[in-house]
């Protein structure tokens, strides 16, 4: 169809002639309302946009002189931040004259990130900053949010009842219809 031939019909219909894809060959046109084409693009952006995955940045802060109990706790909260897929960003925050301790500073990064290799990875290595040492890590990729694991005692609750229903089931068989007698003496009663 010739361009005029198209500016003709879209006159007709009172409505616009707009150029969809303009690097096909031939150009691609569609007899639209323009606002209301308008509106609609930018709907679908906005749908786009909401729906893209936004990265959380949770941050872990340590001192020079973090102690065990504290480091694995932490270690903890890191592990869950991780399996929820958001990043993880460690820190050790030298006060005063601590600074002079980096290495102690760098060792708890390093422990921070062997302690999490198996739901994270590394990003960045321990860099000092200012009064800082940083350390950054992100989810691994094949990891997803997963749903929270029967305990043990949930387990072995489901295990009998699955195996008295299926004893239940020979013993009626062995039996004719063990559930209808008990009913009838139940009534006789």
Not at 14 to 41: G, H, M, S, T, W
Not at 77 to 85: M, P, Q, S, V, Y
């Amino acid at each position: 169809m010739s361009i005029q031939e198209a500016i003709k019909l879209a006159e007709d219909a009172n409505l616009d002639l707009v150029e969809i894809a303009a690097q096909a060959d031939p150009p691609v046109c569609k007899i639209v309302d323009y606002q209301k084409y308008l509106y609609e693009r930018k709907k679908k952006e906005k749908e786009t946009k909401a729906k893209a995955s936004k990265q959380i940045l949770k941050e872990i802060r340590f001192g020079p002189n973090t102690d065990e109990h504290d480091f694995n706790f932490k270690v903890k909260h890191a592990t869950k931040f991780l399996e929820e897929g958001a990043k993880v960003k460690a820190y050790v925050h030298f006060r005063g004259r601590a600074i002079a301790y980096k290495a102690r500073g760098e060792i708890i990064l390093l422990k921070f990130a062997q302690a999490l290799e198996e739901f994270g990875k590394v990003e960045m290595l321990p860099k000092l900053e200012g009064n800082r040492m940083f350390l950054h890590l992100a989810p691994l990729p094949n990891k997803k949010p997963s749903k929270p694991a029967k305990t043990a005692d949930e387990k072995v609750a489901e295990k009998p009842v699955a195996k008295k229903s299926a004893e239940k089931t020979e013993d009626q068989k062995e039996s004719g219809n063990a559930d209808t007698t008990q009913v009838v003496d139940q009534s006789e009663n």
